[in-house]
């Protein structure tokens, strides 16, 4: 995503700013397990793939911009985005990569900040998995990040979505590697043992993130 700069939402008595924590990490490291924990304490989640997803639905304007951008190839016949062909594009075109990129991550970003301003939780999540590599680290007040093994990411996505090694390898060479992550991060999550491990690292930091947020 485009960095659009810091934002300055409205603060009152009755409703201020939540405590923002981005989550973050590689390609099947984990986030969406972690990001379903923190939803089931009750805190509020948004999902940025989730979000790009939406966007490229048939009949949105974003779509529509794809299309004309990388031509009908990037439909399949019933309109929707035919994901194999894109992906195949951008991740061996940089260029390509950030067209994309200059399409969806501007809209994503004004989506996410608008979210933001409307929680009354005490804190909120924010998945963007490519948080570090997009400069959106100015959206949040911690970066979380869920680190994995790389040999680990490789099996899981095989195991996940059927991709080949070499289209995984592609995709996790336009990534942050594992050390810039853990450079920038505020809280990890270690992810390279059980559920059950995973659940209980990430109950012990809802705690700390709803302590804190009072100072927020």
């Not at 304007?61 to 951008?90: K, M, S, W, Y």
């Not at 809209?107 to 996410?112: A, E, K, L, P, T």
Request: hydrophobic letters at 40%; aromatic letters at 4%.
């Amino acid at each position: 995503m485009e960095n659009a700069g810091s934002t300055t939402y409205p603060r009152c008595e009755s409703h201020k700013r939540p405590l923002v924590v981005g989550l973050t990490g590689g390609i099947g490291s984990g986030k969406s397990t972690v990001s379903a924990v923190f939803a089931s304490l009750g805190i509020p989640v948004i999902d940025a793939d989730l979000l790009a997803h939406q966007l490229v639905e048939p009949g949105q304007p974003a779509l529509n911009e794809i299309r004309d951008t990388f031509g009908q190839r990037c439909l399949t016949p019933d309109g929707h985005l035919n994901r194999a062909f894109v992906r195949q594009r951008v991740f061996s075109n940089n260029d390509e990569k950030q067209k994309l990129e200059s399409i969806l991550h501007p809209i994503i970003r004004s989506m996410i900040e608008a979210w933001i301003a409307a929680q009354e939780s005490p804190y909120c999540i924010v998945v963007i998995p490519l948080l570090l590599e997009t400069g959106q680290t100015d959206l949040v007040d911690r970066v979380l990040v869920v680190d994995t093994p790389e040999t680990e990411q490789l099996k899981r996505v095989a195991g996940r979505d059927g991709l080949s090694h070499n289209v995984i390898q592609a995709i996790m060479d336009t990534q942050a590697d594992r050390e810039s992550r853990l450079a920038v991060a505020d809280d990890i999550i270690e992810n390279s043992s059980d559920i059950a491990s995973l659940e209980s690292q990430a109950r012990a930091l809802h705690s700390y993130y709803l302590e804190i947020s009072n100072d927020n």
